[in-house]
Every structure is written in structure tokens, then in C-alpha cells.
């Protein structure tokens, strides 16, 4: 079984950078487009970045310009390099495939506070 495993809890200032990572246990980008979501306190899970199995990469308008979304395939890691942070980007991330969901990991806390 797949699993995916993001890096801890993050605390950044606002206008700052963060790039979280999500490690996959088995050779799956090569398969599956796969996609960052996020869930704030009290809202659904949203879907932020999503890379295809080429390339190609897609951005909901909110992050767009700000995040940039890749893959290490050698390393079986999903990256997100978020910059110009705001307080509304306050949230769980998790990655996982764009379609067929694997089991999902425990998330990374990123909060963005003064």
C-alpha cells in the first residue's frame, strides 16, 4: 500500500517561503498526476497545485505566481515551494494524486503569523 508522508509543522512570517515535501513509499508519480491540497480550520479540503505525469503543472488561482509545484522522481518526492506567504494560506497541506486517491498522509501544518 502507498503511503505518503509529508514534512512536519511549519511557522513562517508573512511575505516569507516555505517548501514543503511529500515522499511517496512506492514509484508512483510516473503514473498519476499528482496534486497539493489544503485545509484550513473549519473549510473542505481544496485543491491548490497539480503536476502531471509530464510536466505540466496547474495552480488555483489563489497561489498562482507564489507557489510552484515539482517532482524529484529519483527521490519518489512531491515538492511545493510556496513563496510571499500570507495569513490565508494558513492551513493542513497534503499532497496525493489528482484523481485516485492514496491513503492520505498526516499533513503538514503550515501556519503564517506575525
Known amino acids: 500500500q502507498v503511503q505518503l508522508v509529508e514534512s512536519g509543522v511549519l511557522l513562517v512570517q508573512p511575505w516569507g517561503s516555505l517548501r514543503l515535501s511529500c515522499a511517496a513509499s512506492g514509484s508512483i508519480f510516473s503514473s498519476n498526476t499528482m496534486a497539493w491540497y489544503r485545509q484550513a480550520p473549519g473549510k473542505q479540503r481544496d485543491m491548490v497545485a497539480t503536476i502531471t505525469t509530464s510536466g505540466s503543472t496547474s495552480y488555483a488561482n489563489s497561489v498562482k505566481v507564489r507557489f510552484t509545484i515539482s517532482i524529484d522522481n529519483s527521490k519518489n518526492t512531491v515538492y511545493l515551494q510556496m513563496n510571499s506567504l500570507k495569513p490565508e494560506d494558513t492551513a493542513v497541506y497534503y499532497c496525493?494524486?489528482?484523481?485516485?486517491?492514496?491513503?492520505w498522509g498526516q499533513g503538514t501544518q503550515v501556519t503564517v503569523s506575525s
Open positions: 496525493n494524486a489528482r484523481v485516485t486517491w492514496f491513503p
